[in-house]
T-cell receptor, first 113, second 114 residues
Framework: DGGITQSPKYLFRKEGQNVTLSCEQNLNHDAMYWYRQDPGQGLRLIYYSQIVNDFQKGDIAEGYSVSREKKESFPLTVTSAQKNPTAFYLC????????????FGDGTRLSIL | AQSVTQLGSHVSVSEGALVLLRCNYSSSVPPYLFWYVQYPNQGLQLLLKYTSAATLVKGINGFEAEFKKSETSFHLTKPSAHMSDAAEYFCAVIGDNYGQNFVFGPGTRLSVLP
């Protein structure tokens, strides 16, 4: 079955540590997205990528970094510069055509030790 | 810029009762609109989408939504709630650049009482 796989499901970060969240899709989608979800705030866009080797900042990119070396993969690194990283992180993909939905993975919950 | 409001962060209904979740949007262009459902600790699942065809859109699990341009609304309804409908629901609109970025509402948590 085609879909989006996020790993790990749960992740713990120590102070001053960078951590990387994995996102892989086999839907052959060109566009991929990272969202942060906090209670009562909906989804906020961190980064997005429309094609390989290209990505743009979203609304809350500070303290995060991404890469897009392969069409299937869009890893997100939460750096030590992100002072409040505790959240639920969702990865999504889409073919980028007008009116087409985004498809979501099952998320990674990041907590601070 | 596009925006989405969802009236009521938490809605409770009795099992078998009508479900009505409200969504209003602002958009400078003809909108594409979506409803997603999220169960605890899971990703978002598409319920239905409006893409300028029929104004009444039918989705999965018995849900439907009606696009009303004059009211800039896209409310989600289901005639009879089931316990399994308890989840968080998000309304979303596509941004100005048509298909690249979505703008999500803050979500409405639906509780279904026995």
């Amino acid at each position: 079955d085609g879909g989006i796989t996020q790993s790990p499901k749960y992740l713990f970060r120590k102070e001053g540590q960078n951590v990387t969240l994995s996102c892989e899709q086999n839907l052959n989608h060109d566009a991929m997205y990272w969202y942060r979800q906090d209670p009562g705030q909906g989804l906020r866009l961190i980064y997005y990528s429309q094609i390989v080797n290209d990505f743009q900042k979203g609304d809350i990119a500070e303290g995060y970094s991404v890469s897009r070396e392969k069409k299937e993969s869009f890893p997100l690194t939460v750096t030590s510069a992100q002072k409040n990283p505790t959240a639920f992180y969702l990865c999504a993909s889409g073919d980028g055509s007008p009116g087409q939905p985004q498809h979501f993975g099952d998320g990674t919950r990041l907590s601070i030790l | 810029a596009q925006s989405v409001t969802q009236l009521g962060s938490h809605v409770s209904v009795s099992e078998g009762a009508l479900v009505l979740l409200r969504c209003n949007y602002s958009s400078s262009v003809p909108p594409y609109l979506f409803w997603y459902v999220q169960y605890p600790n899971q990703g978002l699942q598409l319920l239905l989408k409006y893409t300028s065809a029929a104004t009444l859109v039918k989705g999965i699990n018995g849900f439907e939504a009606e696009f009303k341009k004059s009211e800039t609304s896209f409310h989600l309804t289901k005639p009879s709630a089931h316990m399994s409908d308890a989840a968080e629901y998000f309304c979303a609109v596509i941004g100005d650049n048509y298909g690249q970025n979505f703008v999500f509402g803050p979500g409405t948590r639906l509780s279904v009482l026995p």
